[in-house]
Nanobody
Framework: QVQLVESGGGLVQAGGSLRLSCVASGRTFSRHKMGWFRQAPGKEREFVSAISWSDNDTYYADSVKGRFTISRDNAKNTVYLQMNSLKPEDTAVYYC?????????????WGQGTQVTVSS
């Protein structure tokens, strides 16, 4: 079982930056792929970014490529999402997710989410 707690959300003006953090419980964090997803009001949850066990492989949605950076610190059981050049359309609840399977797009564990609001 893995528990995830996100933090770092808030209100920021367009063009600004935020860094989200997700701390995971459990001793096998390093053997979980990690992902970030978001859900805007009235919309379905969508993929934002993911990182492999060893952080050699990272993945991004086209909408955030070049602006967001995912990273992980296995010693701290933490995954980060650095968000730069934020746009109003980035406004959403951001969720951290984890899964022990090395490949695939499914995630077994989810955090409660953190709100990100970007004002124009």
């Amino acid at each position: 079982q893995v528990q995830l707690v996100e933090s770092g959300g808030g209100l920021v003006q367009a063009g600004g930056s935020l860094r989200l953090s997700c701390v995971a419980s459990g001793r096998t964090f390093s053997r979980h792929k990690m992902g970030w997803f978001r859900q805007a009001p009235g919309k379905e949850r969508e993929f934002v970014s993911a990182i492999s066990w060893s952080d050699n492989d990272t993945y991004y949605a086209d909408s955030v490529k070049g602006r967001f950076t995912i990273s992980r610190d296995n010693a701290k059981n933490t995954v980060y999402l650095q968000m730069n050049s934020l746009k109003p359309e980035d406004t959403a609840v951001y969720y951290c997710a984890a899964d022990p399977r090395y490949s695939g797009s499914s995630y077994a564990y989810w955090g409660q989410g953190t709100q990100v609001t970007v004002s124009s």
